[in-house]
Nanobody, 121 residues
Framework: VQLQASGGGLVQAGDSLRVSCEAS????????MGWFRQAPGKEREFVTS????????NYAASVKGRFTISRDNAKKTVYLQMNSLKPEDTAVYYC???????????????WGDGTLVTVSS
């Protein structure tokens, strides 16, 4: 499966932004989908994940209550709605596909190109 993230940009603290990740291939609905992020000089970290039908989600403590992951299997797209953004949310956001719910980037099999989100104070 190939993944393409989009929707990043420059926003102010407190703003909202939605990023999307569109997949190609016929088996999108089989995959667990996740969002990870990498800030300059830091390691890639888990943000959130969602199981194949959206019934199970998992969030990093730093984004819980502010970010929401969702998916539309008919559109082969996973979304990340980000509210109450903070400067520390600034990072390149990557979507990824895998077989199990995990917070470990090494547990995901397919990665898209990232989309940059910059939050100014």
């Amino acid at each position: 499966v190939q993944l393409q993230a989009s929707g990043g940009g420059l926003v102010q603290a407190g703003d909202s932004l939605r990023v999307s990740c569109e997949a190609s291939g016929r088996t999108f609905s089989n995959y667990v989908m996740g969002w990870f992020r990498q800030a300059p000089g830091k390691e890639r970290e888990f943000v959130t994940s969602i199981n194949w039908n959206g019934a199970v989600t998992n969030y990093a403590a730093s984004v819980k209550g502010r970010f929401t992951i969702s998916r539309d299997n008919a559109k082969k797209t996973v979304y990340l709605q980000m509210n109450s953004l903070k400067p520390e949310d600034t990072a390149v956001y990557y979507c990824a596909a895998g077989w199990v719910i995990t917070t470990d980037p090494n547990g995901m099999y397919y990665w898209g190109d990232g989309t940059l989100v910059t939050v100014s104070s």
